[in-house]
């Protein structure tokens, strides 16, 4: 949902890798990214082609999952913003990938004719904003020392992608280059390689109805548990979080309306005081209720990199017991 250019290199891309891998391969000869052609005969068109369709079915599961695990940028972004992160990358990738081709054949006498196809070089850059601006939340931990998180199966097929050819690392480092050009507006590289607005409008006009999705449903399912208590737990955790997505967007609302900030302490009593196990009311005077949770500074960090701002960031971890999942999920719900 609202990821349309992410479900479209999702789709089309990989449809037609499939279909010159099985049905058509007379045509692969068409998107191989060869440099030596480029270079001498200067068929741009190559350029275009090789740089756009993987003929390799490992590449293409694994670029499609990342593209799949990105689409977050685009729904944060917009899509034209991030059509325009995507240009700029393919672009600069495509200059650095020459640039590096000549300097490992000036410096080790390697001489390089071509080089994996496929939509590579911006799937690699999007490391980058994935690296800075997506909060890094452990999940479990392996042997007691290894952690794992949010964002270590990204890095899993980033690196499986990376080990799938033997100069894919030239695409990789360029994207990278690329990426951390764009993202840090060197040059002003970001105005320079954009999507016009008409542009956007033609192709929201036209495209964005046939990849478009329908909204999500609001019911979330609940994972089962090996026993009876850790599904009432279960349960009773999802309860938490509706009550206070309700709440919070019934006071954001009204504060559109009225002005002022929310006094989420004074919204959210601790809702995880339940001593009943059979779901009989319980609550508890004023005077049983704790002092204000203590925030982390790491974490209101975390989520000021995403784009929001202190207060919202430290009210919306006071309100979710600390939790960065459930305060991100507020703040960009809300």
């Not at 068929?43 to 593209?67: A, E, P």
């Not at 972004?77 to 490992?104: C, P, Q």
């Not at 049983?288 to 000021?304: G, I, K």
């Not at 929001?308 to 009210?315: H, I, V």
Request: aromatic share 12%; net charge positive.
């Amino acid at each position: 949902d609202k990821a349309p250019l992410s479900k479209s290199l999702l789709l089309v891309p990989s449809a037609i890798s499939i279909l010159l891998t099985l049905l058509f391969q007379h045509y692969q000869k068409f998107f191989a990214y060869n440099l030596q052609a480029i270079k001498e005969d200067f068929q741009i068109w190559r350029l275009v082609c090789g740089r756009t369709i993987c003929l390799d079915l490992k590449d293409t599961f694994c670029s499609s999952l990342l593209i799949y695990n990105f689409r977050i940028f685009e729904r944060r972004y917009g899509s034209r913003k991030f059509s325009s992160f995507l240009l700029g990358a393919w672009t600069l990738s495509a200059l650095f990938d020459l640039l590096l081709v000549e300097i490992t054949q000036y410096m080790f006498g390697i001489t390089i004719n071509s080089l994996p196809s496929g939509f590579l070089g911006p799937v690699f850059a999007l490391f980058v904003p994935f690296y800075s601006s997506i909060p890094r939340v452990q999940v479990t931990q392996v042997l007691g020392h290894f952690s794992i998180t949010n964002k270590t199966l990204v890095y899993i097929l980033g690196l499986q992608l990376l080990t799938s050819g033997s100069y894919i690392w030239i695409l990789a480092l360029s994207g990278l280059v690329s990426g951390i050009c764009y993202n840090s507006s060197i040059l002003k590289v970001h105005r320079i390689l954009c999507v016009p607005s008409w542009v956007a409008k033609i192709f929201s006009w036209t495209l964005e109805p046939i990849f478009s999705s329908a909204e999500p449903a609001n019911e979330v399912r609940v994972g089962m548990g090996a026993t009876v208590d850790i599904q009432r737990q279960q349960r009773m955790e999802l309860l938490d979080r509706q009550i206070m997505m309700s709440q919070v967007a019934q006071m954001r609302r009204q504060r559109q309306q009225q002005g002022g900030m929310i006094n989420w302490n004074r919204l959210f009593p601790p809702l995880r005081h339940r001593h009943n196990a059979n779901y009989q009311d319980h609550r508890p005077s004023e005077q049983d209720t704790p002092p204000p949770t203590e925030v982390s500074e790491e974490q209101v960090a975390r989520l000021m990199e995403m784009g929001f701002s202190r207060g919202d960031a430290l009210e919306a971890l006071r309100a979710s017991n600390n939790d960065l999942n459930v305060a991100t999920n507020f703040l960009l719900q809300h």
